[in-house]
T-cell receptor
């Protein structure tokens, strides 16, 4: 069955430091992969998505993600974190109409 | 541009009371519509999705039901709420190009507390 794992429940980084959020998926075919961000009490905002082609995907707010088929991973990165990046981040894989979400990683940014 | 609305934003209801949450989409036609529930520490769980008026698919057996009376309106209901129905409810829409990668766009959510 398809699944998404985000192994880090909480991550804390200092402002200006680099960030990597991990996402591993289980899917039999070529996956469609997404990263969303959720601020407290808000809906989800799409950061970026991967369908095919270039395995390094650029998104909004300076985020990027790299699809690695050999590792079944789609990790999210940002070279320099801003305090406003504090939020919860969700990775998702699509199966037909259905998104399968990971349990999320909550990011805390220290000033 | 497309926008998605949910109301109410916050709701506190007693156990056993009915529920009706509404979601509407503007700026698009014939969208796919989705209801998710987000419980603390458990990510998002797909509850229902709809590919057209009157067409509802349920993902998990539960105390809730969904309806789509109009093309861009999606309603989540319950006849009698349970404590376990508490959570953050998100509505989403996507296009219908038929590709598995149709991006889903989320509404602002409704925080439901059942006491």
């Amino acid at each position: 069955a398809q699944s998404v794992t985000q192994p880090d429940i909480h991550i804390t980084v200092s402002e200006g430091a680099s960030l990597e959020l991990r996402c591993n998926y289980s899917y039999g075919a070529t996956p469609y992969l997404f990263w969303y961000v959720q601020s407290p009490g808000q809906g989800l905002q799409l950061l970026l998505k991967y369908f095919s082609g270039d395995t390094l995907v650029q998104g909004i707010k300076g985020f990027e993600a790299e699809f690695k088929r050999s590792q079944s991973s789609f990790n999210l990165r940002k070279p320099s974190v801003h305090w406003s990046d504090a939020a919860e981040y969700f990775c998702a894989v699509v199966r037909t109409y259905k998104y399968i979400f990971g349990t999320g990683t909550r990011l805390k940014v220290l000033a | 541009s497309q926008t998605i609305h949910q109301w109410p934003a916050t709701l506190v209801q007693p156990v056993g009371s009915p529920l009706s949450l509404e979601c509407t989409v503007e700026g698009t036609s014939n969208p796919n519509l989705y209801w998710y529930r987000q419980a603390a520490g458990r990510g998002l769980q797909l509850l229902f999705y709809s590919v057209g008026i009157g067409q509802i698919s349920s993902e998990v057996p539960q105390n809730l039901s969904a309806s789509r009376p109009q093309d861009r309106q999606f309603i989540l209901s319950s006849k009698k709420l349970l404590l376990s129905d508490s959570g953050f409810y998100l509505c989403a829409w996507s296009g219908t190009s038929g590709g598995a990668g149709d991006t889903q766009y989320f509404g602002p959510g409704t925080r439901l507390t059942v006491l």
